[in-house]
């Protein structure tokens, strides 16, 4: 059976993306959306509840978040699970999951003063490298590249 490891979010920025570059200059960004989820508990009455998720994009994709996202914004996120391990300050080992992500639209409307470009569309950039690395069952998985964007 092949494996599939694929997500979709939607939700509000929690802080400005955080922007750096790895040693051999590729670009990274890193931000955590904030996404809602309203139910009715067991008196009917309803209840919200936020789920905090972390969000990494590389290259192209880091840039344009970095260029056009900020605390607040809407987005859409989709791209794929990846966990991590890493030290922390007090030497401890930390694993967190987040998104890798392959393609975020920017759902907030350009411009907001008098005069400005408004647009109704949202705005999408993709990982233009994210391809690369799949084998070729995970790109006939995908299917078409081509198909309108979500």
């Known amino acids: 059976m092949p494996e599939l490891n694929s997500v979709i979010i939607a939700g509000n920025l929690t802080k400005d993306p955080i922007f750096r570059q790895t040693t051999n200059g590729t670009p990274v960004v890193n931000f955590s959306v904030a996404s809602n989820r309203r139910y009715r508990d067991s008196k009917d009455e309803w209840q919200e509840d936020v789920c905090y998720v972390g969000i990494v994009a590389w ?26 391990t890493f030290k922390t300050e007090k030497g401890d080992s930390k694993t967190i999951v987040e998104i890798k992500a392959r393609r975020i639209q920017f759902l907030n409307k350009k411009g907001s003063g008098p005069g400005a470009e408004h647009h109704d569309e949202p705005t999408t950039f993709e ?13 006939a998985l995908l299917g078409d590249s081509s198909s309108p964007t979500i």
């Open 59 to 84: 290259n192209k994709l880091a840039e344009s978040c970095r260029d056009k996202l900020k605390k607040g914004n809407a987005c859409l996120v989709e791209g794929e699970l990846q966990s991590r």
């Open 127 to 139: 990982d233009d490298s994210f391809e690369k690395h799949l084998s070729p069952e995970d790109t």
